[in-house]
């Protein structure tokens, strides 16, 4: 005798128990039996949350019953700030994200259950789940849900849950990836066989004497077809029933009925010994041509999210971190902001952080795509997953897990993949009204073929139909071609965080850039020094650094950085000044209010000719510094704080010079009371590839703008050297927000590059927002794409990507409209048999595909490209 299965997890319920024993519970209307408490205490959960439907939309049971005993309370580790520094990111005060890793999920009804059972506990912000990668991303506010109780709900309706991990990801990608390589080889074998049979059957048609071997080798090709409509095409029936009782026609609704159809059709001819011909063949060639098609799109699916896994890769496992008593081997989740660790040479960076001690070269080809490695010494930043090439480096962590550059590249890809652009969502609600449409015509056809033409052949010319009409094609036209962009573009180093912007990107007609740290580096460097007095230029910039070590004015820093190369250069010894008490730092600059040199400066807050403290450095807030170095009071700041110092004709000599000066940036001028010494000319310097970018933006047939708070008088010199007659100065950031939106006012569509720090609003209004990555400010909210190496190059070649895409997408869908529109009536008036259908469908299909894949580039690891 059978046993009874169980309701929830489909095994059988143990025998030898009582009557009045037996674990049940209304479901759905009816008396359930269960096999064990915990299968019972799952429905229970279920059925209490009001998620009954999940019984009613399942296709398919758990893998087995979960274990009553399971540990929860192990599931509180996870509210640990220390488990939670590798994989949650805090979004926003007590907001938190994290992606996680679900298993047990067998079918769109799980999703649909985990989903909603979820986002029902109060504080769980979003809970999305992704079928096809069984990754969910869960958003919470932490002062009222701990992450622990998400896990707990997802293990109470028989789920489990753990923090997202990329070896866990890569087994499920093999595992898809080998489920659909054995359908796709049980398909192609079997159409190569009953196609050689095939062929036997049609010429052996209606042969005198060749009955017998005709309906025996009916036989044979129908044992041959079975395995593949039922094994092979086994998914589209289930996706196609699943459609139907969720009242919904997808594309899988006209396949289903057209293999279905067409195999029942020959199965029957086949029993009963009819003379209609048989179409094994077709039925075999439409699921084999339609598997390829799919497969070659889970293909460029999955090769762009490898892309992303391949970046959560890059970082090491351990690290060497630095402790009073020495050194030790630590876990890099174990990394805190402040520690310092010893990166030798080969090893990879375990964090962001800053060089603290060494010079080195770091590769980082695997993130930026640059070929040759760049050098790094004290001061300079280290992204995670770079490579040290030749010396050892102490650096200082600054950041770590979530927060790190990989982590914000990972988040923003995984967003800009589940999301759906409109002409995705276009396609998928036209998919349904053209399946229904078709659906009413074949049926329509088909009656008049029964009842005036010929009823023999109204069942073949209804096939034919559904076969020919299959929207495969349209609904493959949109999302294969931006699976295939997006990988490509972030091997170039554009990164997509939203799925609309390749939509948006390609139909810009103008290009609004912000100035600093977008069209210039954001941070001064010295343009040029004019000696003033007895000393060289070296030693000038010398006794400069001296009074500006320690300190991290913009201004110091440029004045160190230039003492340094011109030491390295040779120009002088770095010892040659050295200011006493050097080690309590430098004075604090301000940058310059005015073009001419005039009232650049706050006033000091100490009388002139006040000595300044024998222990070192003076600072004046927002004027200067003062010290003494090798017995001489010198002064370093604004001219007229100079000025105050040296006195008399020469003092106003100073400052007549630095008005000349101050057209061409920042003056700081160095004195001592004997007069003047130098001064030093800073600038903003333009990047390395804004020209070339703005060139090539023009040559596209683009119109460029340049919106800056800064000096309008710096931003039009800097937009005259760049071409750009549209430069405005001066702007807050909600007067960039009323330029932009007079330019859309005016037909404009416009795409808004600046770096995210104050151009959040008018980034948001932009038709398609690009975000310089800027180290920290890669992963703000309304930037659609990054330039995550932070190289202006990659956007026109961003632009030709977008702009091919749209072009790839409308020619996709044009042929798959076109295709229809003509191969249904051909259909319809009955010139084209099951099996030519079904080959001209899934050519339609595969051209598709292929077409969109020509969108695909060398990958994260490209060479070249990324430079």
Excluded at 23 to 48: K, N, Q, S, T
Excluded at 164 to 188: I, N, T
Excluded at 410 to 436: C, H, I, N, S, Y
Excluded at 520 to 547: F, H, I, K, Y
Aim: glycine share 12%; charged share 20%.
């Amino acid at each position: 005798m059978t046993r009874e299965p169980c309701y929830h997890c489909g095994l059988p319920v143990p025998e030898g128990s009582p009557e009045g024993s037996k674990l049940g519970r209304v479901v759905l209307g009816e008396e359930r039996v269960f096999c064990c408490p915990g299968c019972l205490a799952v429905a229970g959960a279920i059925v209490d949350a009001g998620l009954e439907d999940y019984y009613r939309h399942r296709t398919e049971t758990p893998d087995g019953p979960p274990d009553p005993l399971a540990p929860l309370a192990g599931l509180d580790l996870y509210d640990t700030e220390q488990v939670q520094r590798s994989f949650v990111h805090v979004a926003e005060g007590d907001v938190r994200e994290a992606s996680l890793m679900l298993e047990g999920i067998t079918c769109a009804a799980c999703v649909w259950l985990s989903e909603r059972h979820v986002k029902a506990l109060p504080g769980v912000l979003d809970f999305s789940v992704n079928y096809s990668t069984h990754r969910a991303r869960a958003r919470w506010d932490a002062s009222r849900v701990q992450l622990s109780r998400i896990l707990q709900a997802v293990h109470e309706i028989g789920y489990r849950a753990h923090p997202f991990d990329p070896g866990r990801q890569e087994a499920s990608f093999k595992r898809e990836r080998d489920r659909a390589l054995r359908r796709l080889a049980v398909a192609g074998l079997g159409m190569m066989q009953v196609m050689m049979i095939a062929v036997a059957l049609w010429l052996g048609h209606g042969v005198a004497g060749q009955e017998d071997m005709m309906h025996f080798l009916r036989w044979v090709a129908l044992f041959i077809a079975t395995p593949v409509v039922v094994y092979a095409g086994a998914s589209f029936f289930t996706s196609a029933w699943r459609d139907v009782r969720q009242r919904r026609l997808g594309m899988d609704v006209p396949v289903a009925l057209a293999i279905g159809s067409t195999y029942l059709a020959s199965v029957w001819a086949t029993v009963t010994g009819s003379h209609e011909h048989v179409y094994f063949e077709s039925v075999t060639m439409f699921v084999f041509f339609l598997l390829t098609g799919r497969y070659l799109e889970m293909a460029a699916r999955q090769r762009a999210g490898q892309a992303t896994e391949a970046l959560g890769r890059l970082l090491p496992a351990v690290a060497t971190r630095l402790i009073d008593t020495g050194e030790e081997q630590v876990s890099v989740t174990e990394l805190s902001p402040g520690d310092r660790v010893r990166i030798r040479p080969g090893e990879p960076v375990p964090a962001d952080g800053v060089v603290e001690s060494g010079r080195s070269s770091v590769d980082e080809s695997l993130l930026t795509g640059e070929s040759l490695p760049r050098a790094r010494a004290r001061g300079d930043g280290l992204t995670g997953g770079t490579v040290n090439v030749e010396s050892p480096l102490v650096m200082r962590v600054e950041q770590v897990g979530t927060d790190t550059v990989l982590s914000a590249i990972q988040r923003l890809l995984d967003r800009a993949q589940t999301q759906k652009p409109r002409l995705a969502v276009m396609a998928e609600r036209g998919t349904g009204w053209f399946v229904g449409a078709v659906l009413v015509l074949t049926v329509l056809v088909g009656l008049v073929w029964w009842l005036w033409i010929d009823p023999a052949r109204a069942f073949w010319v209804m096939v034919a139909m559904l076969v020919v009409s299959c929207p495969c094609a349209l609904a493959l036209a949109t999302p294969a071609a931006i699976t295939a962009a997006t990988g490509a573009l972030t091997g170039r180093g554009l990164l997509t965080a939203r799925g609309e912007a390749l939509e948006g990107l390609a139909g810009v007609t103008d290009v609004v850039f912000d100035k600093t740290g977008t069209l210039t580096e954001g941070r001064l460097s010295l343009r040029g020094v004019e000696v003033l007095g007895a000393l060289d230029r070296g030693a000038c910039l010398q006794m400069a650094a001296a009074l500006e070590v320690g300190s991290g004015h913009p201004v110091a820093r440029a004045l160190l950085q230039a003492a340094e190369d011109e030491a390295t250069a040779g120009a002088c010894e770095a010892s040659t000044f050295a200011a006493e008490g050097r080690s309590h730092g430098g004075g604090v600059l301000a940058p310059e209010a005015g073009a001419d040199g005039d009232g650049m400066w706050e006033r000091p807050s100490a009388a002139k000719g006040e000595a300044p403290d024998d222990d070192g450095p003076r600072t004046f807030p927002g004027l200067g510094v003062e010290g003494w170095v090798h017995g001489r009071r010198v002064r370093l700041g604004s001219p007229r704080f100079v000025a105050e110092l040296i006195g008399g004709e020469a003092g106003g000599h100073l400052l007549e010079v630095a008005r000349q000066h101050a057209q061409h940036g920042t003056v700081i001028a160095l004195g001592d009371e004997a007069g003047p010494l130098a001064l030093f000319t800073l600038e903003d310097r333009l990047r390395p590839d804004a020209l070339p970018t703005v060139e090539a933006l023009r040559e596209r047939g683009l119109n460029l703008h340049v919106f800056s708070g800064d000096d309008p008088a710096t931003v039009k010199r800097l937009a005259v050297g760049l071409g750009i007659e549209d430069a405005r100065g001066g702007l807050t950031p909600a007067d960039k927000l009323a330029a932009l939106e007079a330019l859309e006012t005016q037909g404009a569509r416009v795409a808004m590059v600046g770096d995210g720090v104050n151009d959040a609003p008018v980034l948001s209004r932009a038709t398609v927002s690009v975000a310089m990555a800027g180290g920290t400010q890669l992963a703000q909210a309304s930037a659609d794409m990054i330039l995550y190496r932070d190289q202006l190059s990659v956007l026109p070649a961003g632009l030709d990507k977008a702009r091919e895409t749209a072009r790839v997408i409308r020619q996709n869908i044009g042929w798959a409209i076109g295709y229809n529109s003509i191969a249904l009536p051909v259909a319809a008036v009955g010139l084209i048999t099951p099996w030519i259908a079904a080959l001209g469908m899934s050519l339609s299909s595969l051209l598709v595909v292929v077409n969109a894949l020509r969108l695909r580039d060398q990958g994260l690891t490209g060479g070249s490209e990324g430079a």
